[in-house]
């Protein structure tokens, strides 16, 4: 295996209207020369959220290259990173709002949307990770799924204020009900984490129609399953979404490090 230095990570995605949905209102984007993949869930009106997320996906890595001057990103410092990030969702924050503005029929449309970009020190690669709402990003490490972000709903405010218990979040009536989205504020406000990877990490972003559909635990068990082709576990995960009942549209992007992936 090359050392983590010129270590290479390779994103797969994949994306289903599901069984219930009229519409596709997910979206995504991979870029594997840049190290970032980006995904978003759409919400409001007919057609607008599909607007708004794919003004995400495709925001933020023009942004990324709007800033390049010919240097691999994947090699900056990840504090400069984060700060490109915060700058990109803002740009597609603004764009979003611009659009809703100027047309009645998408007004308030808006999408959640969550970033994964990798760098790379002499030790290590950092994943650096930037998201609004409640789509996710997990690591399968050691054959253990982990979550790397924190859902921001009404549901999780009120599980941190014990106000209600984790088996009532699954089938409450306002488990969906965001406290961030793009297009809502007029200024994005991201959660950013950043963590070190290791060489055998399988990182998954996906959104709420996965998780609608399956627990952690089934999530943890698909990947196992089909690891480490990327193909298959987001297949399979994808499938088993809509085998119980395909509530929503399903969209996954896999990364794993490029030596390690089939």
């Not at 007004?107 to 002499?122: H, L």
Request: hydrophobic share 40%.
């Amino acid at each position: 295996m090359s050392s983590p230095l010129f270590q290479a990570w390779l994103g797969v995605g994949l994306t289903d209207i599901g069984r219930v949905r009229k519409i596709n209102q997910d979206a995504f984007s991979l870029d594997n020369d840049q190290q970032l993949w980006v995904l978003a869930d759409g919400m409001g009106g007919h057609a607008g959220g599909e607007i708004a997320s794919q003004i995400a996906v495709e925001t933020i890595p023009k942004f990324f290259k709007s800033q390049q001057n010919g240097k691999a990103f994947s090699l900056l410092p990840a504090a400069t990173i984060v700060t490109m990030l915060v700058q990109a969702i803002e740009e597609a924050n603004q764009r979003i709002l611009e659009q809703a503005s100027q047309n009645a029929a998408i007004k308030g449309m808006g999408t959640t949307v969550v970033v994964i970009a990798i760098t790379r020190t002499e030790e290590h690669s950092q994943a650096i990770i930037a998201y609004m709402g409640d789509s996710r990003a997990y690591v399968l490490r050691n054959k253990n799924l982990s979550l790397w972000t924190k859902d921001h709903t009404l549901m999780e405010e009120r599980l941190a204020l014990n106000l209600i218990t984790p088996d009532q979040v699954r089938t409450h009536p306002l488990r969906h009900v965001l406290t961030k989205a793009l297009g809502i504020d007029p200024h994005a406000l991201p959660t950013v984490h950043t963590y070190s990877l290791e060489p055998t990490d399988l990182l998954l972003l996906c959104s709420d129609g996965l998780t609608k559909m399956l627990t952690d635990a089934e999530i943890e068990t698909l990947m196992l399953r089909e690891t480490p082709n990327l193909e298959q576990i987001q297949r399979a995960l994808v499938t088993t979404a809509n085998r119980l009942g395909g509530e929503d549209n399903t969209t996954v992007v896999l990364i794993g490090a490029e030596s390690d992936v089939t």
